[in-house]
């Protein structure tokens, strides 16, 4: 199979590792607007490089994987549907809704597949959440509460071009949110707090924010996402039901200490970062492209999945900006 990768920041070079490793992988094409670094992450890996990204598309290839900068990416979707290609995307495919909707409408007009790199999805204790979900084992379902902290803030550049708190950060609380629990969201009210570094503030964004979500069900949901969480990374979720309650996120490395003369000892390493926190969630996310590649697995998160969790942060944003809870019949999902 030949594979090309257009974009080798951080979570492109990372993921050019795990293709390059990957058995049904004969050949691996990277392209970066920095051709430079392309071919360091290429000469690194054994891999090709091509000075652009044209360039890469003139390869025979059988899938892109496409992890540039979040401004390129529905141009991208769309320049790899129109080759007749199948692409996996880093989420998000845009950051507004017309955005997301035009590079849906290219790959539905070309017939052929998108894959969003929505990892948690394939990350083992969502997994078994979803399950205890679906079997009934929590019985009925009245609380959840979501968790993402970063251990720092990203580079003040970051920020204006990030899309908010809500859309680059907890959309990925929103998505899997609607994975393990098969409920829609019906209401957003949420708000946000600038205070921290002023880089926050003069972006326009928030450091930390906190919504409230009501299920289609009744369901109700917190999600709470910060920057600046010192003791580390940690994502967390707890599910709460009227049989059982559990948690997914919860172990020796997580970054919590208890203050209780009985409690469990406080994590030795804690999580740095996402790569390391979720490195097994990412490989297998990317053998589920391969598979989709080959036809022997459907698609396990299509553009249309990514679509709703925009709604979900779209709704979240202009109920932190207006003061008010948002019904998500207000958000478009059609481009009306």
């Known amino acids: ?69 979040t401004a390129a990416h529905a141009e991208l979707i769309a320049r790899v549907a129109e080759a007749g290609l199948p692409a996996f995307c880093e989420k998000p495919i845009a950051l507004d809704v017309s955005g997301t909707l035009g590079a849906l409408r290219a790959v539905e007009s070309a017939g052929t597949e998108l894959q969003l790199g929505f990892m948690r999805r394939f990350d083992a204790g969502y997994r078994a959440a979803r399950e205890a979900v679906r079997s009934g084992r929590l019985g009925r379902l009245h609380t959840v509460r979501a968790a993402t902290s970063d251990p720092a803030p990203p580079p003040a550049a970051y920020l204006p071009l990030s899309g908010g708190l809500f859309r680059d950060c907890l959309v990925h609380d929103f998505d899997i949110l609607r994975w393990v629990t098969g409920r829609e969201v019906v209401e957003a009210y949420a708000t946000g707090s600038d205070a921290g570094p002023a880089m926050f503030r003069e972006a326009g964004d928030v ?56 409690g469990p000892p406080a994590a030795e390493k804690p999580w740095p970062g996402f ?62």
Do not use: K
């Open 207 to 262: 450091g930390t924010a906190a919504a409230v979500l009501t299920l289609d069900d009744g369901t109700l949901v917190t999600a709470t996402a910060t920057r600046c969480n010192g003791a580390g990374y940690d994502v967390r979720m707890e599910l709460a039901g009227e049989r059982d309650q559990i948690a997914v996120g919860l172990d020796d490395r997580t970054p919590l200490t208890s203050v209780e003369p009985l």
């Open 1 to 69: 199979m030949r594979i090309g990768l257009i974009g080798t920041g951080r979570i492109g070079a990372f993921h050019a590792g795990v293709l390059a490793r990957h058995q049904e992988i004969d050949s691996l094409i990277v392209a970066d607007a920095d051709a430079g670094r392309a071919a360091a992450v290429a000469g690194a890996l054994g891999a090709d490089a091509a000075p652009t990204v044209d360039a890469l598309l003139g390869h025979p290839l059988d899938a892109v994987v496409i992890a540039s900068a």
């Open 275 to 336: 790569l390391e926190r979720f490195a097994p969630a990412y490989e297998a996310e990317l053998d589920a492209f391969v598979r989709l590649v080959r036809g022997e697995a459907p698609n396990p998160c299509d553009g249309r999945e990514a679509l709703q969790a925009l709604r979900i942060a779209e709704a979240c944003e202009l109920s932190r900006r207006e003061r008010r809870p948002v019904a998500l019949a207000e958000i478009a999902s059609d481009g009306g």
